[in-house]
C-alpha cells in the first residue's frame, strides 16, 4: 500500500497511518459500483460542459479518459491502488493521471456525498431488474412444474400432520404466489430508487448553474431529489431493496424446506438430480440436499443484512455520516445471496423427478376425508359440531382397527349415524374429496387451471415490465 492518497491534503499537515487508512476505506466493497460511477460522472461533465461551467475539450478528455480506466476495470488490467479510499477516488485519481488539469475539474459542483447516493441508486436499479429476472425464471419453472404434474394428488398438511388432499400444482402455485408478491416488491424498490440525488453537492446545493433534469434524463432517473439534505442521507431505497431480497428469501428459506422433507425415505415425494445432491464422506448410501439447506441457511445472512442496515440509518443525524459508507455490504450480499438462491431453487426444481405415486398413496392415508364426510352430514342436515363428533368417533374406531375410512362399510357409516346415505362413501373417494373444492382458490382442478392462468397473466405482466425498463 502507497502512502494514503487524500483530496483535502491542502487543510492537513499530516496523514493517516496504515491502519487509519484500512479502517477508513471501503474500496475494497465499493469497487463494485466503478460503471455506475463512472456513468455518473460523464453525465455531470457533459452537463457542466453544456452549462459553460467547464469547456467542451476538458468534457470530451474527461469522457474518453473515464471510458478508457471502464475498458482497463474490465479487461482486469487496471491495478487498484489501496490507498485510494474508494471507488470514486480511485477513478478520479487515475483519470488525472492520465488527462491531467481537466480531471481535476470533473469535481465541480459535486461532492462524494451526492455522487456515492446516485452511484448506489443506479446500482440499486440495475440489481432489482437482474433480480427481477430470476425471480421471473423460478415462476416460469414452477409454473411448467405446476402443469407437467397437473392431476396429481398429494397430502396437504397444516401442523406437518396430514390434513385434506390437494393437487401438486395447487401447492406449487402457492409460492409461485409468494414470488409474484417479491416481484411487487422489487419493483417498488426499483421505483423508490430512480430519484437522482446528483447536483445536490456536500449537504446544500451548489453555486453553480448545474441542471440536474439533463443530468437525470441522462441517466435514466424519472425525477430528481426535493431536497438536498435529504437526498445524500437518504438509505430508503436501499433498505426497500434489502427488505425486498430478505422476503423473498424467506419464502424461498420454505419451499428449499419443503424440498428437503419430501426428499426423505419417509416422505419419498421427490428425488433430488445427483447434480443438485452431495454424498457423505463417510457414509456410502448417503444422498444429501445441501443446496436447499444452503438455501435455507443463507436466509440468516439476509435477515442480518436487513438488520445491519436498518440499525446503521437509526438515529443518523443530517445530513451525509460516514456511516453511510457501511450501506454497501449488507445491500451487495443480499442481492448477490439472493440471485445465487434463486438460481440455486431453479435447478433444483427443474431436475427433480417427482414421485407421483409416493405422493398419490400419501394422500390416501391419514384419515384425509374426514371433513368431507362430516360436511356431507352437515349438508344433509346434521349440525356441523355434531357432525364431527361422529366422525371423530368414526376416525377413532378405524385407527383402532388399523383400517382407513374408505374401508367401511355403508352398514358402518349407517350405524354411526341414520344420515349416511348410500352415496356417503362416494364423498370420499380422494378424487372427489379434492374436486369438490371448487371455492374461488380452491385445490379442485377447475380452481387450479384458473388459477394457473392468473400466475401466468402475473408472469406475463411481469416480464414485460422488466422488458421495458431494460430498454430504457
Ligand atoms: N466512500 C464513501 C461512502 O461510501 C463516499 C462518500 C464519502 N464522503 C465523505 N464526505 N467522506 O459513503
Redo the contacts with the bound molecule.
Sequence with gaps: MTDAKTPWGGRFTGTPGEFQQRFGA?LGT?ARLYAEDIAGSIAHARMLASQGVITGEDAALIEAGLLGIQRDIEAGAFAFDLAD??I?MAVESELTRRIGDAGKRLHTGR???DQ?ATDMRLHAKREALRLLGSNARLRSTLVRLAEEHEGVVMPGYTHLQKAQPVLLGHHLLAYTWMLTRDARRLRFAYEAADVLPLGSAALAGTTFPLDRGAVATELGFSAVSANSLDAVSDRDFAADLVYACTLGMVHLSRLAEELVLWSTEEFGFITMDDAWSTGSSIMPQKKNPDFAELVRGKTGRLVGDLTGLLVTLKSLPLA?N?D??ED?EPVFDAIDTLADSLRAMEGMLSTMHVNEARMAAGALGGFMAATDLADYLAAHGVPFREAHEVVGKLVLACERDGRRLQDLTHAELEAASPVFGADALAAIDIASVVSRRTTEGGTAPVRVAEQLAQASAALAADERWIAEHLGE
Aim: proline share 0%; hydrophobic share 15%.
Design positions: 471501503s465499493d479510499e474508494d470514486h461532492s462524494r456525498n456515492v451525509y460516514k453511510l459508507q454497501k
